[in-house]
């Protein structure tokens, strides 16, 4: 979350960043900048500095304010906020994509300018207005919305896709009616369940296992291999997906976001940004839900060692 809130502030707002501040600075060693930073952009460093060491404490001074907190209940907080984000991305793909194939079907027949105004219209028609007006303010709505309706919302997603296509088959063959923004919310939402559903999934064992070795493990060698796996696999290509998408300005993930791409059609949904957005939602979700599952497994492979010492202490 520290990365992507880092790099909301460094390619959205223009601060230096880290790396950056400590070039201008040259501090550990990193070669000086071409270009010095102007003071503000340093003012905005120090304070990104001084952020990142805040929290760094914040972290320390948790762990030691809790030390009886057992590995199983930091599991349960972790699956809780994946369970959240899920929850939240739901209602921001169900709610947005509402709204936005009605957006687009006024703009398409020319109803924008006689409900709204021209002025209004034109703007909708801008995927720069559109999404930081409509869209982003639904998002926000949307984990307001999570937070206090508990259920996992997705699993309906399957029930909207097969709607979604349902009433394309009824507009083209009885109507023969059929425009592109409808397309645009069918793959809008069927992206959304398999991406949104990965974390779920993993933890409630949805996901289909390549079963060679696994169910004849006992229980210790499971919660080693899911450990292990989620270290050295699940981890690692969340990571890469961020990372390599996200590391610079023109990067695959970054680019689309921040020029709010659409499709080239002109007037299907101005969502393709926001499916862009559902990688980094998946990765987010994902390693979220790796780190709780790692955090179970190991410490079933504590309790497990923890039993077998009380065991032969008490049977010598």
């Known amino acids: 979350m520290l990365f992507l809130v880092n790099n909301y502030l460094i390619f959205w707002k223009g601060w230096p960043g880290l790396w950056n501040f400590f070039a201008h600075h040259e501090l550990f060693g990193i070669s000086a900048l071409r270009i010095p930073l102007s003071p503000d952009a340093q003012i905005l460093g120090w304070i990104q500095t001084i952020i990142l060491i805040l929290l760094i404490l914040v972290i320390i ?15 349960r907080i972790f699956t809780r906020f994946a ?41 909708l028609g801008r995927s720069v207005f559109r999404g930081t007006y409509v869209h982003y303010p639904l998002i926000i ?7 206090f309706v508990r259920g996992l919302g997705f699993t309906w997603l399957a029930l909207l896709v097969v709607i979604a296509e349902f009433q394309i088959v009824i ?15 069918v793959r809008m939402w ?13 933890v409630t064992e949805g996901h289909v296992r390549v079963d060679v070795l696994y169910s004849r493990f006992k229980t210790k060698t499971k919660a080693l291999s899911n450990a292990i796996g989620c270290v050295i696999l699940g981890a690692p290509l969340c990571l890469v997906i961020l990372t390599t998408g996200m590391w610079g300005k023109a990067n695959s993930l970054n680019s689309p976001l921040l020029s709010f791409e659409v499709y080239q059609q002109g007037f299907g949904m101005y969502t393709k940004y926001l499916m862009v957005g559902f990688l980094v939602v998946f990765a987010v979700c994902m390693l979220v839900q790796f780190m709780g599952y790692f955090l179970n497994s190991t410490a ?4 497990g060692q923890m039993n077998s010492d009380q065991k032969l202490k008490n049977n010598p």
């Open 141 to 147: 709505l949307s984990f307001v919305i999570a937070f």
């Open 171 to 185: 507009s083209r063959f009885v109507y023969s009616y059929e425009q592109a923004f409808m397309g645009d919310l």
């Open 61 to 75: 001074l948790f762990v030691l304010k809790t030390p009886i907190r057992t590995l199983s209940e930091d599991s």
């Open 83 to 123: 369970a959240y984000l899920t929850r939240a991305c739901f209602w921001a793909v169900f709610i947005v994509g509402c709204v936005d194939i009605v957006i687009s079907f006024l703009r398409l027949e020319d109803l924008l300018s006689p409900m709204f105004g021209k002025v209004m219209a034109v703007e």
């Open 190 to 202: 069927y992206a959304a369940l398999f991406l949104f559903a990965s974390s779920y999934a993993l």
């Open 300 to 303: 079933e492979l504590i309790e």
